[in-house]
Antibody, heavy 118, light 106 residues
Framework: EVQLVETGGGLIQPGGSLRLACAAS????????ISWVRQAPGKGLEWVSI???????HYADSVKGRFSISKDNSKNTVYLQMNSLRAEDTATYYC????????????WGRGTLVTVSS | DIQMTQSPSSLAASVGDRVTITCRAG??????LNWYQQKPGKAPKLLIY???NLQSGVPSRFSGSGSGTDFTLTISSLQPEDVATYYC????????FGQGTSLEIK
């Protein structure tokens, strides 16, 4: 089955770190763009980060310098390392697959909830 | 960043109605505009890409139009299963989403 599965969410204190994983199955992510998109409770969608097939990365201003995206092609998995977490980072984090070399997201995972609270 | 503005923020319509949602971009994005549907507790689902292209498996009652800065998502005959929040997203530069339009049945 073609799918993305996110793991790694949970409750973390402000200032803490967390690493999310996005495991792909049914396809190979090495040649694709993979992105993280988040959604705060009751709010809209916010793009967070993207990693291109060549390993190039980009970040939203709100997370630049704190979050880092990477991938392990051998494990068919993309990661999001989140440091210096803030209350406003509380959200469900979705990973998504882009169509070829675009940012049109045709496949989404179910998401993993990150709660930043003391 | 390109600002995306949707209108209305919410609407209620009757089954069988024609429904239109508008999305305006803060600058010319040609046709780099996509539409997603999100049902409660679920991940977003791609409906329309590149302005007017229907994603595989999406019912033909959904259509998209527009170019430049002004875009429209139309549902030709509203069905109960269309209750959801709809988001536009530009793919001209780093992605950005509209604030969403919540659609309910009247």
């Amino acid at each position: 089955e073609v799918q993305l599965v996110e793991t790694g969410g949970g409750l973390i204190q402000p200032g803490g770190s967390l690493r999310l994983a996005c495991a792909a199955s049914g396809f190979t992510l090495s040649n694709l763009y993979i992105s993280w998109v988040r959604q705060a409770p009751g709010k809209g969608l916010e793009w967070v980060s993207i990693i291109y097939s060549d390993g190039t990365t980009h970040y939203a201003d709100s997370v630049k310098g704190r979050f880092s995206i990477s991938k392990d092609n051998s494990k068919n998995t993309v990661y999001l390392q989140m440091n210096s977490l803030r209350a406003e980072d509380t959200a469900t984090y979705y990973c998504s697959r882009a169509i070829t070399i675009t940012t049109i997201f045709d496949l989404w995972g179910r998401g993993t909830l990150v709660t930043v609270s003391s | 960043d390109i600002q995306m503005t949707q209108s209305p923020s919410s609407l209620a319509a009757s089954v069988g109605d024609r429904v239109t949602i508008t999305c305006r971009a803060g600058q010319n994005i040609i046709t780099y505009l996509n539409w997603y549907q999100q049902k409660p507790g679920k991940a977003p689902k791609l409906l329309i890409y590149s302005g007017s292209n229907l994603q595989s498996g999406v019912p033909s009652r959904f259509s998209g139009s527009g170019s430049g800065t002004d875009f429209t998502l139309t549902i030709s005959s509203l069905q109960p299963e269309d209750v959801a929040t709809y988001y536009c997203q530009q793919s001209y530069t780093h992605p950005s989403f509209g604030q969403g339009t919540s659609l309910e049945i009247k």
